[in-house]
C-alpha cells in the first residue's frame, strides 16, 4: 500500500516535470529564441577572432580568416531577417518588440551588415599569406551613405573597393547601430 502511493507520487511528479518541460520547450518561440542567440554568439566570436587578428593579438591564419568572415556571412543578411519571425519578440528574450514596428529599418540593417560581411568573405577568400599594407584601414572608418549617418552628396561606398580592416570595423558598427536599437536587456 505504501509502496503503491509513493509510486503514484513518484509518477505524478514526474508527470509534472514532463509538462514543465514542454510547455518551456513550446513557450514563444523557444527553440527559434535559443538558435538565434547561439548565431549572435557564434558572429561575436567571428568578429572578436578577425579584430583580435588585426590588432595583433592572436595569430593571422588566412583559413581562420575566412572561416571567421563566412561564420559573419552566414548569420547575416536575410538569414538574421529569418531569425526573428513575428511572435517570438519580446521578454524573456534580448529582442525588442519594436522590431515589428521597424520592420524596414531592421531589416535593411540586416541586409547592410550582410554585403559588407559578404564584402569580407570574398576578400578572405583568397587572404594572403599574411596581413597586406593594402588590408589596413587608412583613416577612419567611414561610410558613404550609411544607414544611420547618411552625409548628403556623398556616393555609397562600394564594400568591395575597402579593406578588410575597414569593414570589420563597419560591420562592428552596424552590431552597436542594431542593439542599440532593437536588442533590450533578457529577463
Ligand atoms: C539587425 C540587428 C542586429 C545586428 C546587425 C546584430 N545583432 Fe546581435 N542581437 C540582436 C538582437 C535583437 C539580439 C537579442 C536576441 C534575443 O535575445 O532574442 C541580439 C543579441 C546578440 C548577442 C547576445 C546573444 C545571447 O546569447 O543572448 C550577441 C553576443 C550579439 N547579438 C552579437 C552581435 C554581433 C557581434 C553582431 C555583429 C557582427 C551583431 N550581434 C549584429 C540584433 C542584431
Known sequence: MRAGIACATAMLTLAGSLVTAASLAEGPGNAIVAARQ????EMAAAARAIAEMFD????????????????????TGPALIAEFPEGTLGAPSGARLDIDQARPEFEALARHIGRLADALAAKAKTAPAG??????M???PMD??????????????????MPAEHLLHLILQDCSSCHAKFRQRQE
Open 38 to 41: 547561439a548565431s549572435m554568439k
Open 144 to 161: 558613404g551613405g550609411s544607414l544611420l549617418g547618411k552625409r548628403p552628396g556623398v556616393a555609397q561606398a562600394d564594400p568591395a573597393s
Open 138 to 140: 587608412t583613416g577612419p
Open 131 to 136: 596581413i597586406t599594407a593594402d588590408m589596413r
Open 56 to 75: 595583433g593579438k592572436r595569430a593571422y591564419e588566412p583559413a581562420a580568416f575566412k572561416a571567421a568572415a563566412n561564420a559573419l556571412g552566414a548569420h
